[in-house]
């Protein structure tokens, strides 16, 4: 295989990820107008999300097979070589991401309403913004490999987790208030995890981008 | 390949220093410093006419055997630099074996005489030594199971991976610390390759290899450090497995990944 | 369609005419040539076979070639023969392999080319010009200098003893080195030519002095070339006619000195052949042809198989 056809690959392995990005956007976006739009067409959403899950699921089979092939192929080195491993790290996180983000539009169908959670739920809103712009800024980084755009990423990931903590500390008080609320608060606490858990792919991804660009693992190093 | 990292300081074997080679008028190489390292194999690669088998041949002095040719600045094998004016090439060439491109066995040398006659021209006669040496040598270059039987048979009848697995033996024999390597491989077929690849690892235990070569492949399995030339100048000196995952130099990324 | 095939294939039947007239002609020729060369063999057999018939074998093992008695036996002129070619070899062989060392391997490209032009040239002066610089000056240097020297110091050896006149086996000896050194050092200078450069490299690399390698790396693997060669300036002495008809001394007989003047197969035909008046004496000139006839063809062959097999041995 040639250098120019072998570049045509990587491209279109790029294109695969950016439109499974695209499509874990989407349901991100989807899932919020589950959870805090009260005229929306809960189930007919849900399906519309369920369908892109098993979408994700078909590119992430389809990409996984093609950088297999490539590997074994091109044996590529250097750069080739940190671009290959990246996609398959961002393909993997991508798929959970899809996988999180149905479980939230199912918890999100099936949330009953109370006016003593609207605090919980404008705080469980930030933070869904919060993580789509996440999403959003390391598939950016990632198609543009952008470095700078990844650390912001990672950084932003601390924001996350304070949220999610400021959610069930909330729910907790919702709880406390009113004990016939514990099921749902434990709904809502179930999304401010996944929720959390896709920013962490999302900061997953953003740590490839830093790997593809500079060859250095920088995993695992916040917490030290 | 080891991924654990290497706490021992590494010893240095040859110290390059300020090299420069000229065929005539025209620069081969141009002001090369490079530090080998004692019991690694370090392989250079880079296109052809970079001046990697000019490098190889200033390290025993063979440069100098080809008319017209000169060179300035130091090569420092174990502490003494071999281009000192007092310095004689021969017995800095019993220090240094070399393999060529193409296996080469003596004509009209039987496969004993060709693994003996270093031996047998550094002054060694003794029969007995010389049939320890001869075996010792083969073995170290997997060769004696196959040639055991019919040592006495012209070097010339036995297959190409053969013939340069018996030049291995034939430098091996007068026991030298630094072995140079031309394209060892470059006239065998995949499966001898294996064998020499093989082989070059098992030898670092005992000698420092230096080999040229350009498939890059077999650099990145066969070598602890590549050193990447470019038009006569060293572009990068790494570890190999830092050079084929995050090369420092964006020249050398290019070359390795095909974009050159 | 029809007529444009006709067309093709009057024309491909044309092509075979000239095909097969140009094979024709060539075939001719080589088989013209071949069977001069037997027809050669077999016409100086017959016109020597008189001689065999009367002498029978003892042709080759007397040494009388004498005219008045009609007796002639080959012995003392195949004596002279090999004793003059081996002389000039002995001088020859480790002249011509130092010469093309040198040529090869040590002088600088210039004095390489130069130098290997004029050995070259030497090779193409016609023989009696040897013929008459031996005859005039090597035959007076040898008498002068070289002879009383030796017949004085080692005139105990039966190789020098006796009278010296200049002319003889040994003036013979020498300007047949002289003629045969740019034979035998060109054809080893290509043998060595043909050693490939790794291999002086390989050599040069387990350690070894230039004089090692080139005993190892070119004389060892050259040397069935070098016997080629050798072969085939012994073949040229061999068959030497004019230079050493001027400088032998003509004059039959078997002495161990090489003083004494001498008579080869080829000196003895020039010398004898126009005076020769009986069929016998004609028959036995012959003869002495037909022997060194043959002797150089085998010559000739072998010089040309170790060549050949030195060729096959380095292509590898």
Same mark, same amino acid.
């Given at each position: 295989?040639? @250098?120019k056809?072998f570049?045509?690959?990587?491209? #279109? ?16 976006? #989807? ?11 809960? #189930?007919?959403?849900?399906? @519309? ?7 994700i699921?078909?590119?992430?089979? *389809? ?14 080195? +250097? ?6 491993? !990246?996609?398959? +790290?961002?393909?993997? !996180?991508l ?5 999180? !983000?149905?479980?939230?539009? *199912? ?19 930030e933070?869904?913004?919060?993580? !789509? ?15 700078n ?8 990931d601390?924001?996350?987790d ?18 016939k ?16 858990r ?21 995993k695992?190093?916040?917490q030290? | ?19 420069s080679?000229w ?8 002001n090369?410093?490079?530090l080998? /390292? ?5 392989a ?20 100098? /055997? ?18 000192d ?14 393999v ?15 693994v003996?006659?270093g ?23 997997a060769l ?31 026991n ?18 294996a064998?020499?690849e ?14 040229v ?21 060293l ?23 095909g974009r050159? | ?7 093709l ?12 007239? $140009? ?7 080589a ?5 001069? $060369? ?16 009367? $002498? ?5 093992t ?6 008045w ?15 003059s ?6 001088? &020859? ?23 290997g ?28 200098? %070289? ?32 003629m045969?050194?740019?034979?035998i050092?060109?054809?080893c200078?290509?043998?060595?030519r043909?050693?490939p450069h790794?291999n ?28 080629g060669?050798?072969?085939?300036g012994?073949?040229r002495?061999?068959?030497?006619t004019?230079?050493?008809?001027? %400088? ?17 197969? &080829?000196s %003895?035909? &020039?010398t004898?052949?126009a005076?020769?008046?009986?069929r ?37």
């Amino acid at each position: 295989m040639s @250098v120019k056809l072998f570049d045509e690959r990587l491209n #279109e392995l790029k294109s695969l990820i950016a439109s499974m990005g695209g499509c874990v956007e989407q349901m991100l976006k #989807e899932a919020s107008m589950i959870i805090f739009q009260k005229q929306a067409d809960k #189930e007919k959403l849900y399906r @519309v999300i369920r369908d892109r899950e098993i979408e994700i699921d078909s590119l992430q089979v *389809k990409l996984g097979k093609y950088c297999f092939r490539l590997l074994a192929v091109q044996s590529p080195v +250097a750069k080739d070589l940190r671009m290959i491993l !990246s996609i398959i +790290a961002t393909n993997t !996180s991508l798929e959970r991401m899809g996988d999180l !983000s149905l479980n939230i539009a *199912k918890r999100g169908r099936d949330l009953k309403e109370d006016p003593l959670l609207e605090t919980s739920l404008h705080c469980l809103e930030e933070m869904l913004i919060h993580i !789509s712009l996440m999403v959003v800024d390391c598939l950016d980084a990632f198609i543009n490999e952008d470095e700078n755009l990844a650390r912001q990423v990672i950084i932003q990931d601390r924001k996350a987790d304070d949220l999610k903590e400021k959610i069930c500390f909330e729910l907790k008080s919702c709880i406390l208030k009113n004990t016939k609320l514990i099921d749902t608060c434990l709904q809502l606490v179930g999304v401010a995890e996944k929720l959390e858990r896709i920013g962490d792919q999302a900061t997953n991804i953003a740590e490839e981008v830093v790997f593809l660009q500079t060859g250095m693992d920088i995993k695992h190093q916040q917490q030290k | 390949m080891s991924f654990k990292k290497g706490k021992m300081k590494q010893k240095t074997l040859i110290e390059v220093k300020a090299l420069s080679a000229w065929f005539k008028k025209s620069q081969a190489l141009s002001n090369i410093n490079l530090l080998i /390292e004692k019991n690694k194999v370090t392989a250079i690669i880079g296109p052809s006419g970079c001046g990697k088998s000019t490098f190889i041949r200033c390290l025993n002095r063979l440069h100098e /055997e080809v008319e017209g040719a000169y060179l300035k600045g130091e090569v420092i094998l174990e502490g003494k630099n071999i281009y000192d004016l007092g310095s004689d090439p021969v017995l800095i060439r019993r220090n240094i074996g070399m393999v060529f491109q193409k296996p080469n066995p003596f004509p009209g040398m039987s496969i004993y005489d060709n693994v003996a006659i270093g031996l047998k021209l550094s002054g060694i006669k003794k029969r007995s030594l010389l049939d320890e040496r001869v075996e010792r040598s083969l073995r170290n270059a997997a060769l004696w199971k196959e040639v055991k039987d019919h040592l006495s048979r012209s070097g010339q009848s036995l297959s190409g991976g053969q013939q340069q697995r018996l030049c291995i033996a034939r430098a091996l024999a007068v026991n030298p610390s630094v072995m140079l390597m031309d394209e060892p491989t470059s006239a065998l077929e995949p499966i001898s390759t294996a064998w020499i690849e093989e082989l070059i690892q098992k030898l670092k235990n005992q000698v420092t290899v230096v080999f040229v070569t350009h498939n890059m492949q077999q650099a990145a399995r066969v070598s602890d450090r590549i050193a990447f030339f470019l038009n006569g100048e060293l572009v990068e000196f790494n570890k190999t497995s830092w050079f084929f995952t995050k090369p420092k130099h964006s020249k050398s990324e290019d070359y390795i990944t095909g974009r050159f | 369609m029809k007529n444009l095939h006709c067309q093709l294939s009057s024309l491909k039947s044309d092509v075979h005419f000239k095909d097969q007239l $140009f094979s024709f002609i060539v075939k001719s020729l080589a088989f013209l040539f071949i069977s001069l $060369f037997f027809s050669m063999a077999v016409i100086i057999f017959f016109k020597a076979w008189p001689a065999f018939k009367e $002498f029978g074998f003892s042709f080759f093992t007397n040494s009388v070639w004498d005219s008045w008695k009609q007796e002639f036996g080959a012995l003392a002129l195949i004596y002279g023969t090999l004793l003059s070619s081996l002389l000039a070899l002995l001088i &020859a062989v480790p002249v011509s392999i130092a010469l093309a060392l040198f040529l090869n391997e040590i002088a600088p490209r210039w004095l390489s080319v130069s130098l290997g032009f004029i050995v070259e040239m030497l090779a193409a002066i016609p023989s009696i010009v040897y013929g008459l610089w031996g005859l005039f000056i090597l035959a007076p240097f040898l008498r002068e200098h %070289v002879q009383p020297f030796l017949s004085l110091h080692f005139g105990g050896l039966p190789l020098f003893s006796g009278p010296y006149y200049g002319i003889g086996m040994m003036c013979a000896g020498l300007i047949l080195a002289i003629m045969i050194i740019p034979t035998i050092s060109s054809l080893c200078k290509e043998v060595f030519r043909a050693v490939p450069h790794a291999n002086k490299e390989a050599v040069l690399s387990l350690g070894t002095t230039r004089w090692e390698m080139f005993k190892v790396a070119i004389l060892k693997g050259g040397m069935s070339g070098i016997i080629g060669a050798i072969v085939l300036g012994f073949g040229r002495a061999f068959g030497e006619t004019m230079a050493v008809t001027m %400088v032998i001394g003509n004059k039959v007989g078997l002495s161990s000195s090489l003083f004494a003047p001498s008579q080869t197969m &080829a000196s %003895v035909l &020039a010398t004898q052949y126009a005076e020769a008046d009986t069929r016998l004496h004609l028959a036995s000139l012959t003869a002495a042809g037909f022997t060194l006839f043959i002797v150089s063809l085998l010559f000739n062959s072998l010089s040309i198989l170790f060549l050949w097999k030195m060729k096959k041995n380095i292509k590898t």
